[in-house]
C-alpha cells in the first residue's frame, strides 16, 4: 500500500488531505483497504486524536450486516439495485417512504447505492440499509438528516405490506433504533409521517414515540392529487432507555453486539476546532 508523498514523514498529516484520501480509497480500492490506511495512520500518528476517530469511522461495523431477532440489516450497496429499484418504481410504496425523488433514474439509483455505500456515516449524515429476512429482502431502514451537534436524526422506514404484520416489523425498528441511541448516540430520533399512514404512526407510539405536531395540509401528493397533512412524531434516549416493553423486547432477541454499546461522538465528528 502506497502513501502520498506528504504521509510518508514525522510530520502528521492534514487531516482534510488524509480525508480526501482516504475517499479516493474506498472508492477505488474498496473500504478494507482504506480501513487499514486509517489504521496505520492512526497507529502512527497516536497524538492526533482526529486521526484515531477516523479509524473508528472505518470500523468494519459500520459495514457489516447486522443482525437483529429474524432479520439483518444490510447496508445499502450496488448489489442491491434490483430490490431497490422495484421499490422505486412502486409509487405508493415510495410515496410513503418519502425520501424517493420523483424524477430517479435506473442510472441516478446506481450512483446513489455506490456512493452511500462507500461514504463515512459523518460526511453524508445518513446510513441506509436493506432489511433482509433470511434471503428475502423485505424493506427499507434508514435515518437521514443525522445531526451530530443536536444528537438527532430522522428515521424512515418502509417494510413490504406482505410483512407489515409480522414481528419482522418490531426487529426492524429495534434494530434501527439501537443503533441509533446505542452505535450513533443520538438523543432524539424524529419521524415525520403522512397522515394517511396511520398504521405506521400507531406502530411506532407502541415503542414508545410521542406525537409533537400536526402539519395541516403539508405536502402535494401527485398519486392522490390532493394535499397531506403530516405528522411529527419523536423519541428522547432516555425514553428509549426506559420503555420496559421496548427494552424487554430487544433483551430477548438474539442481537449484534454492537447494537448494544453506547458510544458518544463529537457534536462536531473529523472537524476542528471542537466545541
Not at 450496488?78 to 410504496?93: A, C, G, I, K, M
Not at 452511500?116 to 435515518?143: C, K, N
Not at 412524531?233 to 449484534?256: C, G, K, T, W
Amino acid at each position: 500500500m502506497s502513501f502520498l508523498p506528504q504521509f510518508d514523514t514525522a510530520i502528521p498529516p492534514e487531516l482534510g488531505q488524509v480525508i480526501q484520501w482516504l475517499a479516493r480509497l474506498r472508492s477505488q480500492e474498496g473500504v478494507e483497504a482504506a480501513r487499514e490506511a486509517a489504521v496505520m495512520l492512526s497507529r502512527r500518528f497516536s497524538q492526533v486524536d482526529l486521526l484515531d476517530e477516523l479509524a473508528q469511522w472505518h470500523e468494519a461495523n459500520w459495514w457489516r450486516p447486522l443482525n437483529f431477532g429474524a432479520i439483518r440489516l444490510e447496508r445499502r450497496r450496488p448489489e442491491h439495485f434490483e430490490f431497490v429499484w422495484s421499490l422505486v418504481v412502486d409509487q405508493d410504496f415510495s410515496y410513503r417512504l418519502k425520501n424517493i425523488p420523483a424524477d430517479l433514474t435506473p442510472r441516478d439509483l446506481l450512483e446513489i447505492l455506490t456512493h452511500d455505500y462507500t461514504a463515512l456515516l459523518p460526511e453524508t449524515r445518513s446510513i441506509q440499509w436493506v432489511v433482509f429476512h433470511g434471503q428475502t429482502p423485505i424493506g427499507l431502514s434508514m435515518f437521514v438528516n443525522i445531526n451530530f451537534h443536536n444528537r438527532s436524526a430522522e428515521q424512515i422506514m418502509g417494510i413490504l405490506p406482505a410483512y407489515m404484520s409480522s414481528f419482522l416489523v418490531a426487529d426492524a425498528y429495534c434494530a434501527s433504533l439501537s443503533f441509533a441511541y446505542n452505535s450513533l448516540g443520538m438523543h432524539k430520533v424524529q419521524g415525520v409521517i403522512y397522515e394517511s399512514n396511520v398504521q405506521v404512526a400507531l406502530l411506532q407510539e407502541r415503542f414508545g414515540f410521542r406525537r409533537e405536531g400536526h402539519l395541516r395540509s403539508t405536502v402535494w401528493s401527485d398519486v392522490r392529487q390532493a394535499y397531506e397533512d403530516v405528522v411529527q412524531i419523536a423519541l428522547l434516549d432516555e425514553e428509549f432507555d426506559r420503555n420496559r416493553v421496548l427494552q424487554r423486547y430487544i433483551s430477548r432477541q438474539a442481537r449484534d453486539p454492537f447494537l448494544g454499546v453506547r458510544r458518544l461522538w463529537p457534536r462536531q465528528p473529523l472537524k476542528v476546532p471542537r466545541e
